[in-house]
């Protein structure tokens, strides 16, 4: 048994010198000679559900003879990519090389995605040799399970499914007797009355508003938002800004990033939480800091 084991460690020590990393064996009955895409942080182009506003670097592969291998950089020159379906999904698709691979950048659009419903688009990948490759790729938002739903109590809300269709809305408002209902995320809050105007979309973004940051000029801020907005009466929406890089220590103000312009917004800051609590009814991008901003100040 002991000669079985040494044996096999012999066969994956000379396996390793054969097939330098960057280049996996398949079995070449179950994988054709062609084109795919590698994994990027874990999220499969053709198997996971693609998020609205992100960007994806997808490395391409070639197999040929059972044998694959991530392109080198300088490949991206001689690859063609054909969108043939769903073209609307993205900003952009391109391939692109960097730090010595080939990649697929998916640059996914936002607001058309953030509807409920699942899309589609085909892509073809093929290179000099006439090698290719098609791939389907899905995007899009999950909607909210209703299973946990109770009169009275908290919705808490899931960010791998952040949206509430109209009919949801509308369940959830009878099962409450068309009182507000509460909303709880990570660090924030928010309790209005539903108006099942349009989907709602709880997907936050916390990343810096580049317009903004510019005009503040170095003075701190905190940046929230919800990209995908949603209708609301009689909203309050409470944003736990603890922590803050820097904290805050005088009378904070809140505003709405709108059209590359900064509203003011009605609020409460409370510095024992040090928590925001802001009257809104349309849910948007926000900014908080302790600068004093004229109205529908340009920053664009």
């Known amino acids: 048994m002991q000669k079985l084991f040494t044996k096999a460690a012999a066969l994956f020590a000379a396996a390793a010198l054969l097939f ?3 280049v996996r064996l398949s079995y070449a009955d179950t994988t054709p000679d062609g084109l795919s895409l590698g994994m990027d942080a874990g999220v499969s182009a053709t198997i996971s559900l693609l998020q609205p506003d992100e960007t994806y670097y997808f490395p391409v592969e070639r197999t040929v003879d059972g044998v694959t291998r991530t392109l080198r950089e300088e490949a991206a020159d001689t690859l063609t990519l054909t969108v043939e379906t769903g073209a609307s999904l993205f900003d952009e698709a391109a391939l692109t090389g960097w730090n010595g ?4 950048k998916l640059d996914m659009a936002g607001r058309s995605l953030r509807d409920g419903g699942t899309h589609t688009a085909q892509l073809t990948l093929t290179d000099a040799d006439g090698l290719s490759g098609s791939f389907t790729v899905r995007a899009g938002l999950r909607q909210a399970n209703s299973g946990s739903w109770q009169a009275g109590e908290p919705v808490e809300v899931k960010w791998y499914m952040p949206l509430y269709t109209v009919r949801q809305q509308m369940d959830l408002a009878r099962l409450n007797s068309w009182r507000p209902v509460t909303f ?3 660090g924030w809050s ?3 009355t539903l108006t099942a105007q349009g989907v709602v979309d709880f997907s936050v973004d916390t990343s810096t508003i580049p317009a903004v940051r510019r005009y503040l000029d170095g003075a701190p801020a905190v940046y929230f938002g919800f990209p995908g907005g949603g209708n609301f009466e009689n909203g ?3 944003v736990d800004l603890s922590g803050a890089r820097t904290p805050f220590t005088g009378t ?3 505003y709405r ?3 590359g312009r900064l509203y003011h917004v009605p609020a409460v800051y409370d510095p024992e939480t040090q928590s925001i609590t802001l009257s809104v009814t349309n849910l ?3 900014v908080f800091t302790e600068e004093r901003i004229p109205e529908s100040t340009p920053v664009d």
């Not at 691979?101 to 697929?104: A, G, I, N, Q, V």
């Open 101 to 104: 691979r080939t990649y697929l």
């Open 184 to 186: 709880t995320g990570d």
């Open 284 to 286: 948007g991008r926000y």
């Open 257 to 259: 990033y709108l059209y």
């Open 190 to 192: 928010f309790t209005g």
């Open 236 to 238: 309050k929406l409470t």
């Open 252 to 254: 904070v103000y809140a």
């Open 20 to 22: 330098p990393a960057g």
